[in-house]
């Protein structure tokens, strides 16, 4: 059984930083691309940061470029996201997520099939 288990959320100002982790279990993790997607209240859950089976490959949201850094440590089975910069927009549930076979990284939702249970980020400003 498959299970994503996001930490690392909380509660920072503006300009701050968190560290997401998102740590596997019941899968090879290697033959899994994973992604990051957050939920805002009222909004629909949107990509956030993909990164292909063995991290060559990233994908980011034009929002994020450049203060978000997604990877991966496959001995450990887990995937981070380093979020600097951090804005009140960034606010939200973030929610880890992996395809079941091993493709490149992909932003598309609908290409996922397991997820986590979510994380709580808030930034205020």
């Known amino acids: 059984q498959v299970q994503l288990v996001e930490s690392g959320g909380g509660l920072v100002q503006a300009g701050g930083s968190l560290r997401l982790s998102c740590a596997a279990s019941g899968v090879t993790f290697s033959n899994y691309p994973m992604g990051w997607f957050r939920q805002a209240p009222g909004k629909e859950r949107e990509s956030v940061a993909a990164i292909s089976c063995y991290g060559r490959s990233t994908r980011y949201a034009d929002s994020v470029k450049g203060r978000f850094t997604i990877s991966r440590d496959n001995a450990k089975g887990t995937v981070y996201l380093q979020m600097n910069g951090l804005k009140p927009e960034d606010t939200a549930v973030y929610y880890c997520?992996?395809?079941?076979?091993?493709?490149?990284?992909?932003?598309?939702?609908?290409?996922?099939?397991?997820w986590g249970q979510g994380t709580q980020v808030t930034v205020s400003s």
């Open positions: 997520a992996a395809v079941y076979r091993c493709v490149g990284p992909t932003m598309r939702e609908s290409d996922y099939n397991y």
